[in-house]
């Protein structure tokens, strides 16, 4: 039997990048691959600045704080939802403050550099509250406020602020929809992908108060850099990032990062801590292509290297490499020197395309000193973003960062993002970036300092070296092809984020060394797995669509998707007889399909809740009496009914483009006429008032379905919260109707029954939160989304019998009044 030549890849540095990296590498469970991962420090990166605070020091602060968003971080969530991470949410709220110098508490100029927080004024401009996308500004007193001429003056104050800021935001998200949606902010020949943020804000208009005051020291906290490298960040990844937050939420995992670092790290077999790099060289020994020596003097054969660091120090061990190759090409040795030139190309190259990745340097304090915070406690919010105002003057002590201060110091309040902290303890753990005021050294916890890249024009051009493409890019030239390989936050398109840690890492090992070495890797998504790929394509290419069942072809079904069918079902039956992770492909869950019907049990439950409404359409048109004003709209919503469970079957038996939009717009019309049926009915709309409702709630769905139409790829996020809020709206006043029948106000004794279309629309929502418990179909059949539509089923009667009681009351008491004005 041949034995295969041993693999042995270094990653260098243990952040979220060389944890990913690692962690597929290893999930590679292959015996000749050996994988190394260094981390220079004594505890692995992503976890090794976060303390434990609390009374028994069992409450993990992560450091610095690792949120992340829905929308904007797809390949995280996909590696949390992979690794079992819980998500949770951050419910974030932002105030903005300048800190000014103190009238009444002035400063000498020996004043000790922890005093300087005592001796200044920390006054709120803006207060937002609610969820990321929309919320509400809260007004803000100044603190100076004492006549009623100064209250008056804050009212003004904050309507002029208010109309800006509000103003100022749509034309934003205006803009951004609009770009992203055109495919503008990813296509480099257009102009706002040449265009710095500065510029951007000239040229669109923005006004300055929002633009300065505002929209730069957030994102300057967002991106940890300076006012000016803002406004020097390329204008179409701010406005990609702001489009694809659009009704997104923000999320943190669930247990910190340190479940996250421990679950990465399991699987891993050799890592070094303590361990730093020292010396790149070419290896002699024709089997591997580098050795690598260690400060301990290890020395390593090796075969990839992959560096996870940021680019500049991976600069400084790449250029001793370089010098090495030039010793190489001046000794004697023929053989190598024919060898050396292109080698030498190659990583110079490398070197010039990480040169000009540029870095700011950020510094992270834990503390419990509240003085950092707005002077008003009645201002204090999750996110506390402040500007320091330049008659701030510390003298000889200064500052921890001098005026100009051009960045924003962001302190997060811990306690007010994470209940298990504030039901702990009544201390207020905070945790501020790049404080301009000195901590008090008996309330300080931590101190920590990072690096960050920032993105420029010149960067973004750069990053075609390492990634050619968007929507599924693919190695750039500075990838790989001497051995060197780069992945982190700075190597992905955006905001450098964790998302971009993952990304680059998934596509370096699954596109770079998985077919280089011919490994299979265990990708988060089962599409992205090279033996899926490779199985579709040969498949594809030696399968006829003459060759399909004619149910298959009467289905739509095209070749490579039934090639891709067969090659997920092997590598799952596969992974189920090995008890190994089953995967998601393009976005599902594998399903045994049942004569071209894609999800069986979706098929049964959606057409037996269909025949459920069409039962009830038939009872409700032979007993409800024509003259009865509300008919015509009881049968709508069975009509409606029967509609959604017949596209949710055609969707469900056939996954396509047309089918998929069909099945949402039409359970999105049984939501929009459920909302309209139930204020016609709860407030007795008359005919004129229920016309202009009718035409109001068909507007908006017209609305709804025309934006979701016009854009090229499909809102699932928008239409979410959509529907949900509709839901919502419907189910409130269903359920406050029916409460309020049995309090002083109803009349209990006419409607007993008023119980079960409260029942029914709480229970339907309940239904729905099966959605949330997210797991392989059982037997390959049986998933939460089927579930979800079986438990339907027996509530629809409730809703129903519901409308039919009400309905013979009504009759009844109108039939009595008629009968009492005749007499």
Not at 617 to 626: A, E, M, P
Request: with cysteine; net charge positive; aromatic share 12%.
């Amino acid at each position: 039997m041949e034995t295969k030549k041993r693999i042995n890849i270094a990653v260098i540095g243990s952040g979220l990048a060389g944890l990913s990296t690692a962690y597929l590498l290893e999930m590679s469970q292959c015996d000749h691959i050996n994988v190394h991962l260094f981390e220079k420090n004594s505890s692995l990166g992503m976890d090794a600045a976060s303390i434990s605070v609390g009374p028994e020091k069992d409450f993990r602060i992560d450091v610095p704080m690792r949120s992340y968003m829905s929308g904007y971080y797809s390949h995280l969530s996909r590696l949390y939802k992979h690794l079992r991470i819980p998500a949770k949410k951050a419910k974030f709220s932002f105030g903005w403050y300048r800190i000014m110098q103190s009238k009444s508490k002035p400063m000498c100029k020996d004043t000790d550099a922890n005093q300087v927080a005592s001796l200044t004024t920390n006054d709120s401009y803006l207060v937002y509250s609610g969820a990321r996308t929309v919320g509400h500004l809260d007004m803000v007193k100044s603190s100076t406020s004492s006549t009623l001429l100064d209250f008056v003056q804050d009212i003004g104050r904050f309507i002029w602020r208010s109309f800006v800021v509000a103003f100022s935001y749509l034309w934003l998200m205006f803009i951004s929809l609009w770009m992203f949606y055109r495919g503008h902010l990813s296509d480099s020949r257009h102009p706002i992908c040449n265009m710095t943020l500065g510029q951007f804000f000239k040229k669109y208009r923005v006004h300055s108060y929002f633009a300065h005051e505002i929209f730069v020291p957030l994102f300057a906290a967002v991106c940890t850099n300076s006012y000016q490298s803002m406004l020097n960040y390329p204008a179409s990844d701010i406005l990609e990032y702001m489009a694809m937050g659009l009704f997104q939420e923000s999320y943190v995992a669930g247990f910190g990062v340190q479940q996250v670092v421990k679950t990465l790290s399991a699987p891993l077999k050799n890592v070094h801590l303590k361990t730093q790099i020292t010396s790149i060289k070419l290896n002699r020994n024709p089997e591997h292509r580098f050795q690598i020596t260690d400060e301990h003097g290890h020395i390593f054969d090796i075969d990839h290297i992959i560096f996870a660091t940021q680019g500049n120090q991976a600069i400084s061990i790449l250029d001793e490499y370089v010098a090495s190759l030039k010793n190489i090409r001046e000794a004697s040795f023929e053989e190598w020197k024919s060898a050396s030139d292109p080698m030498i190309k190659s990583v110079q190259a490398q070197i010039e395309m990480l040169q000009k990745f540029h870095y700011d340097t950020a510094l992270v304090v834990n503390h419990t000193d509240t003085r950092l915070l707005p002077s008003d406690q009645s201002n204090w919010k999750a996110l506390n973003l402040a500007i320091v105002d330049k008659s701030v003057n510390p003298g000889k002590s200064d500052l921890v960062v001098p005026y100009p201060h051009d960045t924003t110091m962001a302190t997060h309040i811990i306690n007010f993002t994470h209940s298990k902290l504030r039901k702990k303890t009544d201390n207020l753990y905070m945790q501020t970036t790049n404080p301009c005021l000195a901590v008090d050294p008996k309330k300080l916890l931590s101190v920590a300092w990072f690096e960050r890249a920032t993105v420029t024009l010149e960067s973004k051009k750069a990053l075609r070296q390492l990634f050619i493409g968007d929507k599924d890019p693919s190695l750039g030239p500075c990838q790989g092809k001497n051995g060197i390989w780069f992945v982190g936050s700075y190597c992905w398109k955006g905001i450098p984020l964790l998302e971009g840690c993952v990304a680059s890492a998934e596509y370096v090992v699954t596109k770079g060394i998985a077919p280089a070495e011919n490994i299979e890797i265990q990708a988060p998504c089962g599409d992205r797995l090279p033996e899926y790929i490779n199985c579709v394509e040969q498949c594809s290419a030696n399968t006829d669509i003459s060759q399909l069942p004619f149910h298959l072809r009467l289905l739509q079904w095209t070749v490579r998707q039934d090639c891709g069918y067969h090659c997920m079902q092997t590598i799952t039956q596969r992974a189920i007889a090995n008890q190994r992770y089953i995967h998601q492909y393009h976005g599902k869950w594998p399903f045994q399909r049942v004569f071209g019907i894609q999800e069986p049990a979706s098929v049964i439950f959606s057409i037996l809740n269909g025949l459920m409404h069409l039962r009830y359409f038939k009872i409700i048109k032979q007993q409800v009496n024509d003259s009865y004003r509300l008919k015509r709209f009881y049968l709508g919503i069975a009509i409606a009914g029967m509609n959604a469970w017949l596209w949710s079957t055609v969707f469900h038996t056939r996954d396509t483009p047309i089918t998929e939009k069909l099945d949402y717009f039409s359970a999105g019309l049984y939501i929009f006429y459920g909302l309209c049926v139930a204020v016609v009915r709860i407030f007795y709309l008359n005919d004129s008032l229920a016309s202009i409702w009718v035409s109001i709630c068909a507007l908006l769905y017209v609305a709804h379905v025309s934006y979701l139409s016009s854009l090229d790829r499909f809102d699932y996020g928008y239409n979410m919260t959509a529907c949900i809020v509709v839901g919502l709206l419907q189910t409130n006043l269903w359920l406050g109707w029916s409460v309020l029948q049995y309090t002083k106000w109803g009349q209990p004794e006419r409607r007993p029954f008023a119980y079960m279309v409260g029942v029914s629309v709480v229970l339907v929502s309940c239904a729905m939160s099966l959605e949330v418990f997210d797991f392989p179909p059982i037997k390959e059949i049986l998933d939460a989304h089927s579930l979800w539509h079986a438990a339907t089923i027996p509530l629809a009667p409730l809703f129903y019998k519901f409308l039919l009681r009400d309905t013979e009351l009504e009759t009844s008491a109108t039939r009595q009044a008629k009968d009492k004005r005749s007499s």
